[in-house]
């Protein structure tokens, strides 16, 4: 492999975050390839027994198994580190392996997790089920209640957990103010940013110590592969992430590292011009939604109770926004009468994509719990793509008219 630019960091740490999403990270073999090299390997050969040794011993740097390291996957880290302003990245199998490695990583019983109740579906069941299985306390709170983060402490609270803006309510955690308050209280905070990506919002800025993604939305970007990362400091990574990950294997496949690679080069783009299309969307909806009586759930609108601070904490507001329509019955017809925006529950894709969380993403958790975080029988989540915004909004024209709306 022949170092590039791409591998040094006194240069790449210079660069724009535009110039590292196509750049940072990338090594070459010496065939010279413009395009990152795909190693589908799953271990390595060595030249004498002496290299694997060191290697093994932690005395030479080296590839030695590809749950351990692989080229392709050690390059897509970088560039993710790179852009987030990391000092370090590991990726994962998909979002949930990031979840879950993130929070188990640094949890053992009678520790305590303050969580924001607004929440992907399986982010609340490593809370509200699988936590408490082994003894770990909970306390899920409304993660726009500033009070709220402080009242929930604990001598025992280790970890924050937020995602923000979160899905599907679209609720905005003040950054600054909660990961002031866990500084101040030696907690962990760890960010779900999987709806901004670093494009859109970076949460170390404001404080926070671990960063969870999903790389399946807007990284990816195209609807292709599943795919997490996980980064922080050198120091918890390295100490505190990777025996967890190295010895129980939520790897991400060199095939889809390589994937979201591509993904990386064109997110800047396709992340602004799916937040400005989201807010045309929005602003053309939200008369039609009101009158029906229903609610607009759009951070990058005046009317969302955070629009403020989403505006000082975010570059654009991204793809993604909800609107209550009344029913379930209502939703549905909107869905059914859809022409040309899909019925499907990923979000961050360049297609225009509608779903109903509460029979879908958040059917798992049950109603009541349901009803707790906002996710109503009438609301609908859109992704918000890259299609022309007029045939969008012909689209939703025409399929609230079918509904009656
Ligand atoms: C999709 C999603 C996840 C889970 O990611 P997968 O890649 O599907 O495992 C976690 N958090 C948020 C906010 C998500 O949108």
């Not at 011009?273 to 929005?282: F, M, R």
């Not at 719990?369 to 939703?396: K, P, Q, S, Y």
Request: charged share 20%; hydrophobic share 40%; aromatic share 6%.
């Amino acid at each position: 492999m022949k170092k590039t630019t791409g591998t040094d960091r006194s240069v790449t740490r210079n660069w724009r975050p535009a110039t590292q999403a196509v750049r940072g990270g990338t090594w070459r073999s010496e065939h010279g390839e413009t395009s990152e090299a795909l190693f589908l390997t799953s271990g390595y050969t060595y030249d004498d027994a002496r290299t694997v040794a060191d290697r093994f011993a932690g005395d030479a740097e080296g590839m030695t198994y590809s749950r351990l390291q692989n080229p392709t996957v050690a390059m897509l880290e970088e560039r993710i580190a790179l852009m987030e302003g990391a000092e370090a990245c590991r990726a994962q199998a998909s979002g949930m392996a990031a979840m879950t490695a993130a929070l188990l990583c640094q949890l053992s019983t009678g520790d305590h997790i303050v969580s924001a109740k607004a929440a992907f579906g399986s982010c609340r069941w490593l809370v509200d089920h699988l936590c408490p299985r082994f003894g770990i306390e909970t306390t899920v709170i409304d993660s726009a209640d500033n009070d709220a983060w402080e009242a929930a402490i604990r001598p025992n609270t280790n970890v924050f957990f937020f995602e923000t803006p979160a899905n599907p309510t679209l609720d905005v955690v003040d950054m600054q103010h909660v990961c002031d308050l866990a500084r101040a209280h030696g907690i962990t905070t760890v960010v779900d940013n999987a709806f901004a990506t670093s494009v859109l919002q970076k949460p170390l800025d404001f404080g926070a110590d671990v960063i969870a993604y999903s790389a399946t939305k807007l990284m990816d970007g195209q609807g292709r592969v599943l795919a997490g990362a996980v980064c922080g400091s050198e120091e918890w990574i390295n100490e505190v992430l990777l025996p967890f990950q190295r010895n129980t294997g939520p790897n991400l496949s060199p095939f889809n590292a390589w994937v979201v690679h591509k993904g990386l080069e064109t997110l800047e783009l396709r992340a602004m011009k799916q937040s400005e299309n989201a807010v045309a969307l929005g602003e053309f909806m939200e008369d039609r939604v009101r009158k029906a009586g229903g609610t607009m759930l759009h951070p990058g609108l005046p009317s969302h109770p955070r629009h403020d601070l989403a505006m000082k904490q975010m570059r654009a507001t991204g793809p993604i926004f909800a609107f209550d329509v009344g029913s379930r019955s209502t939703a549905f017809a909107v869905l059914d009468a859809l022409a040309l925006v899909d019925i499907s529950n990923n979000i961050g894709d360049a297609r225009s994509l509608m779903c109903h969380p509460a029979s879908t993403t958040h059917a798992n958790m049950g109603a009541e719990a349901r009803a707790d975080m906002g996710v109503t029988e009438g609301l609908l989540r859109i992704n918000v793509g890259l299609e022309d915004i007029e045939d969008l909004r012909e689209d939703l024209d025409q399929a609230f008219a079918a509904a009656g709306l």
